[in-house]
């Protein structure tokens, strides 16, 4: 099967930090709309897209949010102070081009510091490349927020890029929605907001949607880069079945299915034990009297970084697997 | 079936939180002939039902009893060469009482091995100082990682292999106490109520993951929507090195929380309960959210007035938990003479602020 | 006047009674609805001649303070901090312990007794306790329970440029705002909310939101003040004296852009002044009450007040002032679809 590079470039050059998914949302709309019956933005923002079937309603949730930076002050030289939105890593942000809504760049750097491992983001600051607050303020002001900025790179194997986390996993659902020949199910897919804060859209969505089963759809991390925590998830060993990860202890039922089909159709997988982290899954299974709910994780090395990387049989794998589960009709 | 057996068969049995359906049919087994319904829901909770016999009353109270059965243990993360297998937790574990244990692994059948440790002979001096870590132990399962892979998968759970054993005069020892002993408390009070009439249905629900963050009551307490929901789960007991404020004495009774997880009247009811029944209690005090499912029970839809109460455990979190029988037995009391109580009528005036 | 009846009444969080008594009592001849629900929040409802969109508006009516756990053979008593408290600011002060609001203070070793280093650790909370002057156990049974909650001993006080002094301005101002709010005559009719044990995570929120099911929510906040000069500009969450702050960002809440953006335009509009809370530190109810059900908008608008979770926070009249006619002007414009 052939890797749908384009697409896949797209998701991830578009500008949509959480809290502020509109650009986003707009494309995947547009993407899905010939391919699902009905579609709806709920409160805070999520995108859902049914397929409409006779039979179980299954929730299908990838976040379609990315990490940021918001602006907090300006100072009167024009320099930006800002906090971070989802996982932020000083370290990662040194020295790196961000980008406004309005198409406004800077670059993110540091005061002095003696010990740069105690580098902290209320001691860096954005350089937007003006001379004074007035100037500053024409473009951004208090609480806009910026993404990192950076481009997207492939070879035969792998694609790099910000944020496959987890337009990757946006990327998997669209992929689906479009494949998918016939189901009994009636398919919700969510593309999520707020993820990357804490689950945020995913808990009332599916507090919306009340399906029987769900599946979330997002990265995971890796353990095959040199002298890496041990961890047993690598890039091209197939698709990654979740088992647990701090937000959510995989319902046996939905676990053992993701296995079963895998073996069926022959999609090479691996089984994700993840020691920290959590996805929209954890608040999914939570919701209301509780939904058995799985995870496929797409494995990817360098997560929350701007080069992060997965292989292209990993998420072609994953897509399958997605798609032979909907296809199947869920009794129970 | 008496007490003490059950809880023998309880702590002798395997179900780390999310893999809890190995002891789904234990527990169903031991409720059914005293239940009027019995069920288990979206994640595994199971509910047990004893309707109220003193009213035909559509409206009849609902007061829902959580113990939860699942117990802390590991996680297979890696196999490897040389047939070694490599583990997180589930749950809070101190690894300090890891090294040397027999455990067993649970995959596509039951494998013993050992979590062995390298010998004193071969430490330096000040090794010895400092706690192994998790990620440097491994289990010896004494097989080949070829053999190992057709029996045993990455995301398997691992328990300690522990047998109950009977302590001087009413001490157990055992792994899992925490909660089978609540479990086993739920078990004598619906006993007790098929011996006597009451005005409320009883949900007792054995709830899932309550060790990795009260999940289960969270969603079981969803679905039965109580007017009163109390957590049934252990205490802290008291031992030389711990303040005497934070932890209860054994044998002296269940611990009553108080605190803004608990709801002021029905606590007060409670006490008097204990007090007109001579039954021996304890306070307990928690300022905030309990580390118990009285916790998610609190805040589920619109609110659901909450108590908690506690069986004195020693040495938590370990697989040598000790309780005292005694204190199982006026825990289970208290809770009858409490639902036996509580009515439709009186229900408000309880729960009025 | 009712801030100061507000802050010097005992609403520790899990025993918000005698606060829930006095916001009652204030606001039942000016609501239409009024229940107090099953863990103790009280939810009004306010009619208007205007009630799209669904709109709340919540205070929490908890302090920070303490419960007893222990009472010791020489009637002293062992206590536990309940909600955020910098235990080194416990020594040497008044406390009021109990539903019979007996007076005790937390004491410490005198200077004289000290060792040099001793001087250099802060106190920890289990070396301390509160006396009341007992001198026995079974003397301090007759007036103390274990369980028993206590607070700071602090009076309102006026004082330097129109400035307050109490305890537990965090977050009773709020809770005088929707006080003054709901008496004020508005044309928007709304849910008003007061609820409990936000200080220990944010407990009552969902519930009542559950209950409630609105569609925008603003929650009212006394919030972190701290404009001292040796802080950097940029860390400076609010200041005093500079309006009502309007959150950007929490642990708990991305507030919702456009209604941000809208009260930002009705602030101007009205020549109000404001200030963005500079800082994702903290979160508060809206937490809770954006992610129950479907979900909903929400908005945090505060009066900055120094020094909170301590019996001597400080605030502005003027911010007060400021606030209130923010939230008038937001009453008084707000219609269905307007961001």
């Known amino acids: 099967m052939a890797f749908n590079s384009e ?50 309603k299954i929730m299908i949730a990838a976040h379609m949010d990315q990490i940021g930076l918001m602006v907090t002050d300006i100072d009167d030289e024009g320099f930006l102070r800002f906090t971070n939105i989802g996982g932020i890593s000083p370290f990662i942000s040194l020295g790196q081009k961000v980008i406004f809504e309005n198409g406004t760049v800077g670059v993110i750097f540091s005061e002095p510091v003696d010990n740069m491992g105690k580098l902290k983001l209320e001691n860096m600051f954005i350089d937007i490349g003006v001379s004074n607050k007035e100037e500053a303020v024409e473009k951004i002001n ?59 859209g995913a808990r009332t969505s599916a507090y919306k949607i009340n399906p029987s089963l769900s599946i979330a759809i997002d990265v995971t991390s890796t353990g095959d880069t040199p002298k890496a925590k041990r961890f047993a998830v690598g890039l091209n060993k197939g698709t990654a079945i979740k088992v647990k990860d701090n937000s959510i202890l995989t319902h046996p039922k939905v676990k053992n299915l993701m296995i079963e089909i895998a073996e069926e159709n022959n999609i090479p997988y691996q089984m994700e034990v993840l020691e920290f982290g959590g996805t929209d899954s954890g608040a999914i299974h939570l919701t209301r009297d509780g939904v058995p709910t799985g995870a496929i994780s797409i494995p990817t090395r360098y997560v929350h970084s701007t080069v992060e990387m997965a292989s292209k049989k990993d998420i072609n794998s994953s897509v399958d697997l997605l798609v032979k589960l909907l296809e199947k009709s869920i009794e129970k | 079936m008496k007490t003490e057996d059950f809880l023998k068969i309880l702590s002798d049995s395997h179900g780390v939180s999310g893999y809890e359906y190995k002891i789904k049919d234990t527990i169903i087994s031991a409720f059914d002939k005293y239940s009027d319904e019995i069920r288990t829901d979206n994640l595994g909770n199971i509910i047990a039902i004893k309707k109220g016999t003193l009213s035909n009353n559509k409206d009849r109270i609902k007061i829902m009893l959580a113990a939860h059965m699942d117990e802390i243990g590991l996680i297979v993360t890696d196999i490897e060469d040389g047939g070694f297998i490599r583990f997180s937790t589930i749950g809070g574990i ?49 097989l080949d990682r070829k053999d190992i892979k057709n029996i045993v998968q990455i995301g398997d759970s691992i328990t300690i292999k522990r047998e109950l054993i009977k302590l001087q005069g009413n001490r157990v020892t055992g792994k899992a106490l925490d909660d089978r002993a609540g479990v086993v408390t739920l078990y004598e009070c619906i006993r007790k109520l098929n011996t006597i009439n009451h005005h409320p249905d009883i949900y007792f629900v054995s709830t899932v993951q309550e060790e990795v963050g009260c999940r289960g009551a969270a969603t079981s307490a969803y679905n039965i929507n109580p007017d009163i929901g109390i957590a049934i789960d252990v205490g802290f007991g008291s031992t030389p090195e711990l303040p005497k404020e934070d932890t209860l004495e054994m044998g002296k009774g269940p611990g009553i929380t108080l605190g803004g997880n608990i709801h002021p009247g029905l606590r007060e009811k409670l006490v008097s309960v204990a007090k007109d029944y001579n039954i021996p209690f304890q306070l307990e005090v928690d300022p905030g959210p309990t580390g118990t499912d009285a916790r998610a029970i609190q805040i589920t839809r619109q609110g659901i007035p909450t108590l908690c109460i506690s069986i004195p455990l020693r040495y938590m979190h370990t697989s040598v938990e000790v309780v005292d029988l005694k204190d199982i037995e006026n825990t289970a009391k208290l809770l009858t003479f409490f639902i036996s109580s509580i009515s439709n009528e009186n229900l408000e005036g309880l729960l009025c602020y | 006047m009712l801030l100061e009846k507000l802050t010097e009444a005992s609403g520790v969080s899990g025993n918000e009674k005698d606060v829930r008594d006095i916001i009652i009592e204030e606001i039942k001849d000016y609501v239409d609805e009024i229940q107090v629900d099953k863990i103790g929040n009280v939810i009004a409802y306010k009619k208007g001649e205007n009630s799209f969109p669904k709109l709340m508006i919540t205070a929490h009516m908890d302090e ?12 002293l008593l062992k206590f536990t901090t309940v909600g955020g408290i910098d235990e080194r600011i416990l020594v040497s002060k008044p406390v009021i312990v ?56 602090s009076e309102y006080i006026e004082f330097g440029n129109d400035l307050i002094k109490a305890k537990a301005l965090d977050n009773r101002v709020g809770c005088s705002l929707l006080i003054d ?25 969902g519930p009542a939101t559950y209950t409630v099911e609105p569609e925008i929510s603003i929650i009212l906040e006394g919030t972190l003040c701290s404009d001292s000069p040796e802080t950097d500009e940029h860390l400076i969450p609010t200041k005093l004296k500079k309006g009502p702050a309007i959150s950007l960002i929490d642990r708990t809440t991305l507030f919702n852009i456009n209604f941000r953006k809208y009260i930002v335009n009705i602030a101007e509009k009205n020549n109000i002044p404001y200030q963005f809370r500079k800082t994702s530190f903290g ?41 209130f006619k923010l939230l008038k002007s937001i009453l008084s414009e707000i219609k269905k679809g307007d961001f």
Do not use: W
Request: include cysteine; aromatic fraction near 8%.
């Open chain 3, 64 to 75: 920070v303070g303490f419960i007893i756990t222990d009472i010791d053979d020489s009637g």
């Open chain 2, 94 to 142: 101190d690894p300090r009482t890891l090294l040397g244990q027999e455990v067993i692994v649970h995959g596509k059948k039951n494998l013993f091995g050992i979590i062995g440790a390298k010998p004193p002979h071969l430490q330096e001096e000040a090794e010895r100082n400092n706690s192994v870590k998790i990620e440097d132990m491994s289990i010896d399962l004494g």
């Open chain 1, 142 to 200: 208090i609480g806009d927020i910026c993404v990192y900025e950076s481009g997207f790179s492939e070879n035969d194997n792998v694609i790099f890029s910000k944020c496959l986390d987890d337009r990757i996993g946006c990327f998997v659902a669209i992929e689906a929605i479009k494949k998918i020949k016939s189901s009994n199910n009636d398919l919700y897919f969510v593309f999520t907001v707020q993820e990357e804060v804490g689950l945020r």
């Open chain 3, 283 to 323: 979160g508060n109810d809206s937490g809770k009450i954006h992610q129950t059900k479907e979900g909903s908008i929400t908005t945090t608008i505060s009066v900055p007040c120094r020094y909170i979770h301590s019996p001597i926070s400080v605030m502005a009249k003027e911010d007060y002032e400021n606030t």
């Open chain 1, 7 to 56: 697409l896949a470039k797209k998701l991830v050059e578009i500008y949509s930090p959480s809290g502020n998914e509109n650009n986003i949302r707009n494309f995947i709309m547009d993407e899905i709309k010939d391919y699902v019956d009905e579609i709806e933005i709920d409160p805070l923002g999520n995108l859902i897209g049914r397929k409409k079937g006779k039979g179980k």
């Open chain 3, 98 to 153: 109990g539903k019979k609001q007996i007076p005790g203070v937390i004491g410490a070793k005198p200077i004289h007794l000290q060792k040099k280093e001793e001087r250099l650790k802060a106190l920890k909370l289990e070396q301390l306790y509160i006396d009341i002057g007992a001198n026995s156990r079974e003397e301090a049974e007759d007036l103390i329970s274990i369980g028993d909650y206590a607070i700071f001993y």
């Open chain 3, 181 to 205: 709010l709901i008496k004020e005559n508005t044309k928007f009719g709304f849910y008003a909310v007061f609820t409990v044990m936000e200080e220990v995570g944010l407990v009552g929120a």
